[in-house]
């Protein structure tokens, strides 16, 4: 029996051979994360720097044509800004450096017809045009930066050069507009395609950190559902790049008509990846209560992993069906048997913390149903329902106890009262047709009814 039994008792070398390989594991992954990262950011690196260099040429030319030789530096300056902002606030950008030349023009020009040109003039009129600036836009920006550049070249050259507010404003209007159209007509992304490429890092991180969960649960180990969590943490700037490509394809498939026939599908695509940010926030609950469950010793049933990776199964045909277009049937059915596993484990028993687990779970559950496309309703009533027949599969309900009288039981004293009726007048007739006297009267106390008189 004792060679049966497995060692346990573990030297300090291997223990700090496994302590090694974890941590060479979690600098390998990293390190591949990181590839990733700096791949994705090349490829936009040279998207954009395209964009601008074109945009640029383009401005330069067309102001040169239209204003005549020259240097015109502020169109291609303001093409090159439009390109260059964050994606998916092009359009908003060229609004607001229009809005802040002209905010910068009006306000220079006036104070320096009030108050003349001179040093104190020049800080005076960019104070003015900067708090201007900031008390319509409300915030810092395009805006307010144009704005106290314009103010600048007025209180400064218009002394000098008059005449500088139409090459301004012509300027900011061929800058912005070149900006606009490089990135709506001549050069247009494929918003599906910048969509996908920031969702499959948030998908896979996802799915994978739910997997380490599962396994952590599986293996009784709340270390590694603490590295889960970690794991799953670090999914933040991935989800900020993918919400700044839904602006930046949004923007695309709303300007750029070449790509109008991608409005449906983008929208279908971006109402069902905006509910990952939330399924991280479950995903991060779910390895936090898992780690507490494990520390305090609470019995972890079979079905509960199975049920957590099922759900990372979900994101990931989620994301797969929504990149090929098709219906998430498969998605939903996934999520479907995650929540019927988890209502199996509730029934095998769980405590307080377990007990959490299996809330917080099917809350997920709920999540991912509703970006397949449903309402919160709907898919609240679906989950509800697989994980109550999880629930009744290993505890079925007790049946209702009809209150049934039994096949012997004895008659109310009504229907005694008819038996006898009818018993009395079926012997009074017997009695007649034989020439006795009929029977009347009630029973006696022995129950046989007593002789009328003769």
Do not use: C
């Amino acid at each position: 029996m004792a060679a049966d039994r497995p060692d346990t008792i573990r030297s300090p070398l291997d223990a700090a051979a496994d302590r090694g390989g974890r941590a060479v594991a979690r600098v390998r992954q990293q390190g591949e994360q990181a590839g990733r990262l700096r791949l994705r950011q090349l490829q936009i690196t040279v998207v954009i720097a395209v964009q601008a260099g074109l945009a640029a040429a383009l401005a330069a030319l067309i102001a040169q044509r239209m204003l005549g030789p020259g240097a015109h530096v502020f169109a291609p300056a303001a093409a090159v800004g439009t390109i260059a902002t964050a994606i998916g606030q092009r359009a908003r950008r060229t609004f607001e450096l229009l809005a802040g030349v002209g905010l910068g023009i009006v306000v220079g020009d006036l104070l320096r017809f009030l108050l003349g040109s001179g040093i104190w003039q020049t800080g005076l009129v960019v104070a003015l045009a900067i708090a201007t600036a900031l008390l319509v836009a409300g915030r810092g920006g395009a805006l307010v930066g144009q704005a106290g550049g314009t103010a600048v070249l007025i209180a400064t050259l218009a002394p000098v050069q008059p005449g500088l507010e139409v090459p301004r404003i012509f300027d900011a209007l061929v800058g912005g507009a070149v900006g606009i159209l490089v990135v709506a007509l001549l050069f247009p992304v494929n918003p599906l395609r910048v969509v996908d490429r920031a969702a499959a890092p948030v998908a896979g991180g996802l799915a994978d950190g739910l997997d380490a969960v599962a396994r952590a649960l599986s293996a009784r180990d709340p270390d590694a559902a603490i590295r889960a969590l970690e794991q799953l943490r670090v999914l933040d700037a991935d989800v900020g790049r993918l919400n700044d490509a839904l602006s930046g394809a949004g923007e695309v498939v709303t300007l750029a008509p070449a790509r109008w026939h991608r409005r449906a599908q983008y929208h279908r695509y971006a109402e069902g990846l905006k509910h990952l940010e939330r399924l991280i926030l479950y995903a991060r609950s779910l390895a936090r209560r898992s780690a507490t469950a494990l520390q305090y010793g609470e019995p972890i049933p079979v079905e509960l992993p199975a049920a957590i990776a099922r759900l990372g199964d979900a994101v990931r045909e989620l994301h797969r069906e929504r990149r090929a277009g098709e219906d998430p049937q498969h998605t939903r059915e996934l999520t479907r048997q995650s929540a019927e596993l988890a209502g199996r484990a509730w029934a095998e028993g769980v405590r307080s913390f377990g007990d959490a687990l299996v809330t917080d779970l099917r809350t997920a559950d709920s999540e991912l149903i509703r970006a397949t496309g449903y309402d919160p309703e709907d898919a609240n009533r679906m989950i509800r329902s697989a994980a109550g027949a999880g629930q009744a599969a290993v505890r079925p309900p007790a049946r209702a106890q009809m209150h049934r009288p039994a096949r012997h039981a004895r008659p109310s004293r009504q229907r005694q009262h008819r038996r006898w009726a009818g018993r009395a007048h079926r012997r009074s007739g017997r009695s007649e047709s034989s020439g006795q006297p009929p029977v009347t009267g009630h029973r006696s106390q022995s129950g046989t009814p007593p002789n009328g008189p003769g």
